[in-house]
């Protein structure tokens, strides 16, 4: 805040800041006059209007009503707490003729000149609210003649709409508007690539029209092929018998080009009048399909920072005077995606300013969405819908092609490509050293030459199989690493196809966003609507936004580290099949010797998403070392507890942090301190990082314990001190003697004999796991029907090697347990293992007491009772289990096994004492890596304590000496850093960030 600001006054405030920005708005500001009567009020903003408990700073009246206090408070303040004190004017009105609840006053504001908080009181769960402006009058009386409650009354009676969708889209809805009941005014509807978030929107759209809970409703998108789309869907939706959206309400776009529609569109798109935007009225009921460029250009003119992102800018859009009111329901549609940072601001910035509900919808949520939208009311995940029948799954296919997704490494002697990036000369060369290539500069710096091509081929052996077996080639999308001028990866892969699959140029085409692609649009509806072309290289311009039902292959050339981008990636390929309807499945290629698929497998579905590059001033930097320093103790001190938002996800938002004030001492002090912190908690971070190594470490541990149980070397002396007992070959005829007849003994010892390990006690025999069960029994093969309470049943989510989870617990009905049991009653002391999915290969034990059934996924296993179940839950967690799970599923993106595959696994059989034996051990190590491991969590949790007493003694000047001490000392003068802040705002001098806010001792700038 410039000095001058700081020393504002309240009435400065009110007279520079607030009084013009009212006028502006249609107010006019008069004084209060003890004289007049209300009905001389109009449109007025009453300065000091008396009431029974003191004077409000403004009553703002509407054709003789009070609709509104208004507090203002001097810029340097924060308003938010202010609107206790409008509350109790509100109360004291008593010459108003309103009433709600003791209230006289329906709408409360509270501001600073800059930050205005609003709060409807009419209904004790209305809670109050940032808004980015004042309201105009014609708001406040629109607002007051609108009666949510009622609206809601009807909503819930309705049941328009509901018929034509499916039911997790009629979830989705009626989890919205329970939302929206529930007085949430930001929410996320999560629903996967091609389920339809659309048209759930248009029927939730409808709905809150029809009941009057909204009225003017805002869908954003970020392209205009996007919003055309858009439009279409609403025009095609038939939102009463015989009737399309359209025919009801009235519908609005921007302008289009014709190849920006889909060949079937056939309606005329209508451009909305700027009256709809600059004065809305009450009698307005319409939808507005616009990208969110075009709106941040309509809010903030030139100000507004979005990239062209594959199309031309907005050209014909010009900045208008908007107000806050002008819609109730904002729809933003791919509201995942990634921005720049002064593009993610503009982002926020026009969503702000519509005091609406806000509805984001994703099939991706990222961090900065789920912080902004706070609320995610539905979720509906991909493997749910495929589940489900409304998706398809995929099969992955690894390609070796020398090139990992973190990079190649290129050896002497290595032939490689180099190309000339202004003139696109091109010639062939040898390596002359070994070097290693970031995954990015793969075929943006070299070309390996052959390398492409025996991707390529590999890739036609597989079309070629499947045209043979389905009688069509499957439609194939590659994402190629870039399309850059002269170095085009895109071009390159374009020719090899083209040179391998022999099928004429237009089989093969380049859509991307490059002036050299004609007519890209009409490209991808060629590509989705016709034979040819078959293949498709891009780049970007194909990740989002594309439909293409009938693709079957994708296939991954570009090195992608965004599990956003990767998912809506694989989204192009998910939707069932349109011409093709016995499309069961895509086939994904990783083009990376499979280190893409393992790079995702592992990632967290809730990923930050950084900006792709920082592009706002230095002025507006705040994620420097010494805000980062200054928030880490705040936030371990609760100093920061206030600025947190959010009901369900607490979390920090720039928004929220703006009036966060923060000690910042002068330029050279900053230095000595941040050189003293680093310093002090080397060490510190040190320890740190060592300490979260261990769990990697205890993880090896066990799987060597396992390792070391199961091939005999655990119980080495034990055997020595125990040589007279029955052995385990003979365990094994022993059972086999007294087994059932009906019982089929798959495999004879000498089958078996080595596949476990390649040396075993003399004492152990060998087996497959069907010789040592009795029972083996897969899961019923339907998905069960799940209640809220009834009979335990048991999903693999609860699996973990070695024990089951119970802490979340899922039912069904005691009808659907019965069915479920049918075959086989689970009990105590049975094994179950996993035997599908993400986390196949996974064996864990019933504990005692717990009476359950089977839910997907899974199988039970009893072995004899002559035999240890522990010992073999263990043999099935461990390393030579795991490797032929991995050897024979490595292909595959949805692995499972069937019920044959798991029968046949080689297992060891030890004499039975020394089986228990096995089993005593085993758990006293594991017992004892999880005391290393809890003994780690609380030293780390020591070490997040010492390095808040370093910093709060760096805050307290205990580390080095202040710069006005040393000033004073060395008799000179020094610059305070308000100083700096002064210059960095107006710009005057040639102040850098470096000079404000130093880098670390490593030259890097560290963030929070």
């Known amino acids: 805040m410039p000095v001058a600001a700081q020393h504002e006054s309240e009435w400065q405030t009110r007279k520079q800041r607030i009084d013009k920005r009212l006028v502006q708005l249609g107010w006019t500001v008069a004084p209060f006059d003890p004289a007049g009567t209300p009905e001389a009020y109009r449109r007025h903003a009453v300065e000091e209007y008396a009431t029974d408990n003191g004077p409000a700073d403004y009553a703002l009246f509407a054709n003789g009503l009070i609709l509104g206090i208004l507090e203002a408070k001097k810029l340097s303040l924060g308003p938010q707490n202010v609107l206790v004190q409008a509350q109790r004017y509100a109360r004291g009105a008593s010459a108003n003729p309103l009433d709600f609840r003791g209230f006289r006053v329906p709408f409360l504001l509270s501001t600073n000149g800059k930050v205005i908080w609003f709060h409807d009181i009419r209904h004790p769960l209305n809670p109050s609210r940032r808004i980015a402006d004042y309201p105009t009058p014609n708001a406040l009386q629109e607002w007051m003649e609108r009666d949510l409650d009622a609206a809601l009354a009807r909503l819930a009676s309705e049941r328009a709409a509901l018929d034509g969708l499916r039911e997790y889209q009629r979830e989705a809805v009626a989890a919205i508007e329970k939302a929206i009941a529930d007085r949430k005014r930001r929410m996320l509807m999560a629903m996967a690539t091609g389920t339809g978030k659309t048209k759930t929107a248009v029927g939730l759209a409808y709905r809150l029209m029809k009941s009057g809970v909204t009225r003017r409703i805002l869908f954003l998108v970020d392209r205009r092929a996007l919003a055309a789309q858009a439009v279409g869907a609403f025009a095609a939706f038939e939102a009463e018998p015989g009737l399309k959206f359209d025919k009801i309400y009235e519908l609005y776009s921007q302008r289009f080009r014709r190849e920006e529609l889909e060949d079937e569109i056939k309606f005329d798109p209508t451009v909305i009048p700027e009256s709809y935007l600059t004065d809305p009225r009450p009698g307005h009921a319409f939808v507005y399909v616009c990208t969110i460029q075009r709106m941040a250009l309509n809010l903030f003119g030139g100000r507004a920072a979005f990239e062209a992102r594959d199309e031309s800018a907005e050209e014909d859009a010009r900045e208008l005077d908007i107000p806050i009111h002008t819609f109730d329901l904002v729809i933003a549609d791919e509201c995942h995606r990634g921005y720049t940072a002064q593009e993610l601001s503009t982002w926020r910035d026009t969503l702000d300013h519509f005091d609406a509900i806000k509805v984001g919808l994703t099939a991706t949520p990222a961090a900065h969405t789920t912080a902004y939208f706070e609320h995610v009311a539905y979720r509906y995940p991909y493997d749910r819908a495929v589940r489900e029948g409304h998706l398809v799954d995929y099969d992955a296919v690894k390609i070796k092609s020398g090139v990992r997704i973190n990079g190649v490494f290129l050896r002497e002697g290595d032939e490689v490509g180099l190309v000339d990036t202004e003139s696109g000369d091109e010639r062939l060369d040898f390596l002359e050293d070994e070097r290693q290539f970031d995954a990015a500069d793969v075929e943006r710096e070299i070309t390996v030459p052959d390398s492409n091509r025996k991707i390529i081929e590999q890739i036609r052996d597989h079309a070629l199989e499947h045209e043979e077996r389905y009688g ?53 509806r060629e590509f989705r609507n016709r034979p040819q072309p078959g293949i498709v290289v891009s780049v970007d311009l194909m990740s989002t936004g594309v439909d293409i039902p009938d693709l079957e292959y994708i296939v991954f050339l570009r090195p992608i580290k965004s599990r956003i981008l990767w998912e809506q990636m694989l989204g192009r390929g998910t939707r069932k099949g349109e011409k093709h309807t016995d499309k069961s499945h895509f086939v994904v290629f990783d083009c990376f010797d499979g280190t893409l698929l393992a790079y995702f497998k592992g990632a967290p579905e809730m990923i930050a998403e950084l900006p792709e590059k920082p592009t706002r001033p230095i002025k507006d930097i705040i994620e420097d070392i010494w805000l980062m320093y200054h928030l880490q103790l705040d936030a371990a001190s609760g100093a920061l507890d206030e600025y947190f938002t959010g009901s369900t996800i607490k979390h920090l938002t720039g928004v929220a942090l703006k ?41 090896r541990v066990r799987q060597a314990v396992l390792a070391a149980a199961c091939s005999g070397r655990l119980t080495e002396d034990w055997r020595e001190q125990n040589p007279d007992v029955e052995a385990g070959a003979h365990l094994l005829d022993r059972i086999r003697a007294t087994g059932p007849a009906s019982k089929g003994w798959s495999r004879r010892v000498a089958d078996v004999a080595g596949e476990f390990v390649p040396e075993l006690p003399e004492t152990w025999g060998t087996a497959s796991l069907d010789d040592v069960c009795a029972n083996i029994v897969d899961c019923p093969h339907s998905t069960p029907k799940w209640t809220v309470s009834g009979r335990l049943c048991v999903r693999t989510t609860n699996f973990r090697p070695g024990f089951l989870d119970l802490t979340e617990k899922s039912y069904v009905s005691e009808e659907t347990y019965q069915t479920r049991i049918a075959r086989l009653v689970p009990r105590p002391g049975d094994i179950l293992y996993s035997r599908e999915g993400g986390i196949l290969g996974i064996a864990c034990m019933i504990p005692p007491g717990a009476s359950l059934c089977l839910g997907q996924r899974m199988m039970l296993l009893r072995p004899y009772p002559e035999l240890s179940a522990a010992f073999y839950m263990n043999v099935l967690n461990s390393t030579p289990i795991l490797q032929r799970v991995r050897e024979l599923t490595g292909g595959t993106a949805s692995p499972h096994w069937n019920v044959a595959d798991i029968k046949s696994f080689p297992v060891p059989v030890p004499p039975a004492r020394e089986q228990n034996e096995i089993v005593r051990r085993v758990e006293a190590l594991f017992k004892l890596a999880d005391a290393i491991e809890r003994r780690v969590a609380a030293a780390a949790a020591r070490a997040d304590k010492l390095t808040q007493s370093i910093l709060a003694r760096a805050f307290r000047g205990e580390l080095v000496p202040t710069e006005a001490e040393l000033a004073r000392q060395e008799g000179r003068d020094y610059e305070p ?9 107006t710009g005057h001098g040639t102040t850098t960030q470096g000079e404000l806010f130093p880098t670390n001792r490593r030259g890097r700038r560290r963030r929070l």
């Open 977 to 985: 850093a308000s100083a700096i802040l002064e210059r960095m705002r």
């Open 472 to 524: 069509r080639f499957p439609k194939t999308l590659i994402f190629a690493a870039n399309d850059l001028p002269h170095v085009s990866h895109a071009d390159q892969l374009v020719k090899t196809c083209r040179d391998v699959f022999g099928r004429g140029d237009s089989f093969v085409q380049k859509i991307t966003g490059s002036p050299t692609v004609d007519r890209p649009l009409q490209r991808i």
């Open 659 to 699: 009036p966060y004030r923060f000690r910042l001492p002068p330029r050279a002090e900053q230095t000595r301190i941040v050189a003293r912190v680093a310093e002090a908690t080397a060490h510190v971070d040190a320890a740190r990082e060592r300490l979260a190594k261990v769990p990697a470490i205890l993880k």
